[in-house]
C-alpha cells in the first residue's frame, strides 16, 4: 500500500504542471527557483526529473543563443576590423596624397631641380635686389661718364678754339714776318 501511494504520489508529481518561473523567466530565476524549491537530503537536492529536462534545455538554448550572438559579435567584429583595416589604409593613401600636395605646393620647378618656395623667393629677391644695385651702380658710372664726356667735349671746344685762334694769329705772324722778309729781300735785291 505505502508503494501504490508513493507511485500515485510519484505519477501525480510528474503530470503537475510546469511552474511559470521555469518557462518564461531567465536562467539566474529559474536557478533561483529551484533552489528554493527543492530539498536537500543527504548533501544531495532532489529535483523532478521534469524540471531538471526543463532547466537543462533552457540551458542549452540560452547558450545557443549566447553562442550565436557571440559568433554574429566575432563576425561583426571581423568585419568592422576589415573596414578599419581599409579605412587605414585610406587614411594612409590620403596622407601621403596630402604630403605629396603640399610639398608640390611649397617647391618650384627650376631647370628640372624642386626648390623650396621660400628658398626660391629668397634666392629671387636676392638677385633681384643685386641687379637693381648693378643697375644703379651703372645708371650712376653711366651719369658720371656723361658728365666727364660732356666736360671733355666743352674742354676739347675750348681747345679748338683756342687752337684755331694760335693757329689763325700764328698764321698772321708767319705772313707778316714771310711778308717782312720777302720785303727784306725786295729790298735787299734792291727792287
Do not use: C
Not at 83 to 103: V, Y
Not at 109 to 115: A, Q, W
Not at 128 to 143: D, E, M
Amino acid at each position: 500500500m505505502f508503494s501504490v501511494l508513493l507511485f500515485a504520489s510519484v505519477k501525480l508529481n510528474g503530470q503537475t504542471i510546469m511552474p511559470v518561473e521555469l518557462t518564461n523567466g531567465p536562467i539566474k530565476e529559474q536557478l533561483k527557483y529551484l533552489e528554493e524549491k527543492t530539498r536537500i537530503y543527504e548533501n544531495y537536492r532532489a529535483i523532478r526529473e521534469d524540471m531538471f529536462q526543463k532547466i537543462k534545455i533552457n540551458v542549452s538554448d540560452t547558450l545557443t543563443g549566447t553562442n550565436l550572438i557571440i559568433a554574429g559579435l566575432k563576425l561583426k567584429t571581423t568585419v568592422l576590423n576589415q573596414k578599419i583595416d581599409s579605412l587605414s589604409n585610406t587614411l594612409s593613401s590620403t596622407k601621403a596624397s596630402l604630403d605629396e600636395m603640399t610639398r608640390t605646393k611649397n617647391s618650384i620647378k627650376v631647370f628640372g631641380i624642386e626648390v623650396n618656395k621660400p628658398v626660391y623667393n629668397t634666392t629671387m629677391w636676392t638677385i633681384v635686389a643685386v641687379l637693381l644695385a648693378l643697375l644703379a651702380i651703372g645708371f650712376l658710372i653711366f651719369k658720371r661718364n656723361l658728365y666727364v664726356t660732356s666736360s671733355t667735349k666743352n674742354e676739347l671746344q675750348d681747345l679748338k678754339n683756342e687752337f684755331e685762334a694760335y693757329r689763325k694769329t700764328t698764321r698772321e705772324a708767319r705772313e707778316k714776318a714771310s711778308m717782312a722778309h720777302f720785303l727784306e729781300l725786295k729790298k735787299l735785291r734792291g727792287e
